[in-house]
């Protein structure tokens, strides 16, 4: 069965520092990988979406990026975090199944910056 | 792009009672909606989804309806408990889900 990893779990950055969180997927090949932010009591903001190695869509312009080094791997990066950038980070993967493309999350990454 | 609005933003029920919550999009195109269920400080979980060629879904407690013609789908949650209380988001696809605001639902015992 798949999994999805994210850490850390929890991070509490201050405001101009670096950001690096990290995703990766188990038992799957080549899934579609995805970033989203949650503000507190928010909806989903779709970030970045990757169907391949270096292959990456920008949502958003901000000042984040995201690379693929592997084909399960999705990292998410910031060279100076703002305050703004609080907030929860969900990575997520999909594979086309059956003419559908069922979706899931990982357990997030619970970002404060102070 | 995709535009996915969601109502209401807020729900009550009594336990025992069904809950209704609706979506609307806007891209003919999109033919894959999913629910998700939010419980607090987890991951959102899918928990039905339904494609285009498919008019209606059940699984247990909760449904799932979907009108091409008006683009618009419901989720249906019936015999509500008190474990049912979160968030839900509906969302569709065309090349990306596109997710609506979401549904705070209580039930109350």
């Known amino acids: 069965s798949q999994t999805i990893h994210q850490w850390p779990a929890t991070l509490v950055q201050p405001v101009g520092s670096p950001l690096s969180l990290e995703c990766t997927v188990e038992?799957?090949?080549?899934?579609?990988l995805y970033w989203y932010r949650q503000a507190a009591g928010r909806g989903l903001q779709l970030l970045f979406y990757?169907?391949?190695?270096?292959?990456i869509s920008s949502e958003v312009p901000q000042n984040l990026s995201a690379s693929r080094p592997q084909d399960r791997q999705f990292i998410l990066s910031s060279k100076k975090l703002l305050l703004s950038d609080s907030g929860f980070y969900l990575c997520?993967?999909?594979?086309?199944?059956?003419?559908?493309?069922?979706?899931?999350f990982g357990p997030g990454t619970r970002l404060t910056v102070t | 792009g995709e535009n996915v609005e969601q109502h209401p933003s807020t729900l009550s029920v009594q336990e025992g009672d069904s809950a209704v919550i609706k979506c609307t999009y806007s891209?003919?195109?999109?033919?894959?909606f999913p629910w998700y269920k939010q419980e607090l400080g987890k991951r959102p979980q899918l928990i039905i989804d339904?494609?285009?060629?498919?008019g209606e879904k059940k699984d247990q407690r909760i449904a799932v309806t979907l009108n091409k013609t008006a683009k618009h789908f419901s989720l249906h949650i019936t015999e509500t408990q008190p474990e049912d209380s979160a968030v839900y988001f509906c969302?569709?696809?065309?090349?990306?889900?596109?997710f609506g605001a979401g549904t705070t639902v209580t039930v109350r015992a």
């Open positions: 038992g799957t090949s080549n899934p579609n």
């Open positions: 339904i494609r285009s060629n498919v």
């Open positions: 990757s169907i391949g190695i270096d292959q």
């Open positions: 997520a993967w999909s594979v086309r199944l059956g003419g559908g493309y069922e979706q899931y």
């Open positions: 891209d003919s195109a999109s033919n894959y």
């Open positions: 969302a569709a696809r065309d090349y990306k889900l596109s």
